[in-house]
């Protein structure tokens, strides 16, 4: 009678996968806040600059609605003095450029460049 060879997973195999998930959902977890911090932010930016009333508007006032929305939408890796205005077209776009670093473990850290733009 011919015997099957067994399959599955060893434990050691078992303990070095499990290893790399934890690894991997750890690194997620510290890294998606500051993703959904920039998608924050570039939604604000996209907002002030597609308003139409806000086209000709003085960039102290476009500041202060920034400030606003960076209040209600909790963003605090940016203020609005970050902010840089500028016309291209006749259309007003807002861009900001900002890092981000993020402790991982012991003295290891990631650092983030974020570039956001209302036009991109």
């Known amino acids: 009678m011919m015997r099957k060879k067994q399959q599955g997973i060893s434990l050691s195999g078992l303990l070095i996968w499990s290893a790399v998930i934890v690894m ?3 690194l997620g977890m510290k890294l998606i806040p500051s993703y959904i911090e920039y998608a924050a932010i570039k939604r604000a930016l996209v907002a002030i600059a597609s308003d139409p009333s806000l086209q000709d508007a003085h960039p102290g006032e476009i500041r202060q609605l ?44 990631l650092y983030i460049d974020f570039t956001a733009a209302s036009n991109r």
Request: glycine letters at 4%; aromatic letters at 6%; hydrophobic letters at 45%.
């Open 24 to 26: 991997s959902a750890l």
């Open 66 to 109: 920034f400030s606003k929305r960076a209040v209600i939408d909790q963003i605090t890796a940016v203020n609005s003095r970050d902010i840089q205005i500028s016309k291209v077209g006749g259309q007003t776009v807002l861009s900001v450029s900002y890092p981000v670093k993020i402790p991982l473990f012991a003295n290891i850290s």
